[in-house]
């Protein structure tokens, strides 16, 4: 994340205060000070929520047939090179160079 922040926003910028301190620093939070039922989020691989998804009774659903290839250019041509859309079993996958930070899925009752 902070690779990602210095290639896209200055160090001395207002936005970059707000995200470093509301964005990353409550995640940072969680993950080092929180346990048990006092986490905020529950950091989990994509692959483990799509077998807690099977297992409540819910299914992936696929998304639009062209969103990877219309995400993929508004990345490629509006956004920083390094910024990353795929598509894997049905989850939306966005990453910076390689890693997967945020996995979406849309899914819906059996």
């Known amino acids: 994340m902070f690779d990602m922040l210095d290639a896209m926003v200055s160090q001395d ?17 969680n993950v080092v000070a929180c346990e048990g039922h006092d ?13 807690r998804h099977r297992k409540a009774g819910l299914r992936q659903l696929p998304f639009f047939p062209n969103a990877e290839k ?3 250019e508004k990345m490629r041509n ?8 795929d598509v ?4 939306l996958l966005q990453g910076w ?5 945020y996995a979406m899925s849309h899914v819906g009752c059996r």
Do not use: T
């Open 39 to 51: 986490w905020v989020e529950r950091p989990k691989m994509y692959r483990q929520w799509q077998a």
């Open 78 to 85: 509006e956004y920083h090179k390094d910024f990353v859309i």
């Open 13 to 29: 910028s207002d936005l970059r205060l707000v995200v470093e301190r509301d964005l990353i620093g409550r995640c940072a939070l």
């Open 88 to 91: 894997e079993n049905d989850w």
């Open 70 to 72: 219309i995400l993929s």
């Open 97 to 101: 160079k390689g890693r997967i930070l």
